[in-house]
């Protein structure tokens, strides 16, 4: 299983961006791309070439529902897992996110020191998803 | 990792301040009629909303229920009709109150991951 290391996050908070990357640098040992609107996550990201999107629900402009579509239509990171950090997280709209492709959901407020550890089990899961689909399609 | 997770909670406590006296004035504007109650209402729910997320993660628990409770409040007028939203304006400002407080005599040390 390819090992999780590169991570964009997207969120309009300076405070929650900034205990993201604390949580998810310093604890996980991940390399983090942080952005604080979906528009600049759809310009740097092919750049950046991450592993997965952590990304922010609410943002004003485009949100963070609008950000996930136009990143699934650029080739580059098309397939890149994407999950959405949320605090709008009622049952129903948790099945809206995981209808539209996301690969999980983090609920806000979350808890920093445990972050890392969730964010990796979900990635294992997508992996393992992901290894299912493609073993579905060879036979 | 501590010390800059402390950095951020001494900032995020002066942050919550600010953003309880923003949502507090939008609140008065709707009262008072200068701003049309929909738009009003809208605006100060997605301060509570980011309140309610924000606070909680940086341990500030408190906080984060105080703007859960007047987020869901404001969530259910957001679709109401003006006069609807006027009667339910006494319960908001009550909510609100109870935020404001929360936040103003919060302290770094009031956050569950502060660490002296």
Same mark, same amino acid.
């Given at each position: 299983?390819? @090992?999780?290391?590169?991570?964009?996050?997207?969120d309009?908070?300076?405070d929650?961006?900034?205990?993201v +990357?604390? @949580?998810?640098?310093?604890l #996980?040992?991940? =390399?983090? *791309?942080?952005?604080? @609107?979906?528009?600049?996550?759809?310009?740097?990201?092919?750049?950046?070439?991450?592993?997965?999107?952590?990304?922010?629900?609410?943002?004003?402009?485009?949100?963070?529902?609008?950000?996930?579509?136009?990143?699934?239509?650029?080739?580059?990171?098309?397939? =890149?897992?994407?999950?959405?950090? =949320?605090?709008?997280? +009622?049952? *129903?709209?948790?099945?809206?996110?995981?209808?539209?492709g996301?690969? #999980?959901?983090? +609920?806000?407020?979350?808890?920093?020191? =445990?972050?890392?550890a969730?964010?990796?089990?979900?990635?294992?899961?997508?992996?393992?998803?992901?290894?299912c689909?493609? #073993?579905?399609g +060879?036979? | 990792?501590?010390?800059? /997770?402390?950095?951020?909670? %001494?900032?995020?406590?002066?942050?919550?301040?600010?953003?309880? %006296?923003? /949502?507090?004035?939008?609140l008065?504007?709707v009262?008072?009629?200068?701003?049309?109650p929909?738009?009003?209402?809208?605006? !100060?729910?997605?301060l509570?909303h980011?309140l309610?997320?924000?606070?909680?993660?940086?341990?500030?628990?408190?906080?984060?229920? !105080?703007?859960? !409770?007047?987020?869901?409040?404001?969530?259910?007028?957001? !679709?109401?009709?003006?006069?609807?939203?006027?009667?339910?304006?006494?319960?908001?400002?009550? /909510?609100?109150?109870?935020?404001?407080?929360?936040?103003?005599?919060?302290?770094?040390?009031?956050?569950?991951?502060?660490?002296?």
């Open positions: 299983m390819k @090992s999780l290391q590169r991570i964009t996050f997207v309009d908070e300076p929650i961006r900034e205990i +990357q604390l @949580s998810l640098e310093q #996980g040992g991940f =390399t983090m *791309h942080l952005c604080e @609107s979906g528009p600049q996550a759809l310009e740097t990201a092919p750049i950046f070439h991450p592993d997965l999107f952590l990304l922010d629900v609410m943002m004003p402009g485009m949100n963070g529902i609008q950000t996930f579509r136009r990143l699934k239509e650029i080739p580059e990171i098309a397939g =890149t897992p994407i999950v959405f950090m =949320t605090a709008k997280a +009622q049952t *129903h709209e948790i099945e809206r996110y995981h209808s539209l996301a690969a #999980g959901v983090i +609920q806000k407020p979350f808890n920093p020191l =445990t972050l890392p969730d964010i990796q089990a979900i990635w294992a899961r997508s992996q393992c998803e992901n290894r689909a493609e #073993g579905a +060879q036979t | 990792m501590q010390d800059k /997770l402390n950095q951020l909670i %001494e900032k995020h406590c002066e942050t919550v301040k600010r953003s309880a %006296e923003a /949502l507090g004035a939008i008065m504007r009262e008072d009629g200068s701003m049309p929909r738009a009003g209402i809208e605006e !100060a729910e997605a509570a980011q309610k997320g924000g606070s909680g993660t940086i341990g500030f628990h408190e906080i984060s229920r !105080a703007a859960a !409770a007047l987020d869901d409040h404001l969530k259910t007028l957001c !679709a109401a009709q003006d006069t609807v939203i006027i009667a339910g304006m006494g319960k908001a400002a009550a /909510l609100f109150v109870e935020l404001a407080h929360a936040a103003n005599t919060a302290r770094p040390r009031s956050s569950a991951l502060y660490a002296a």
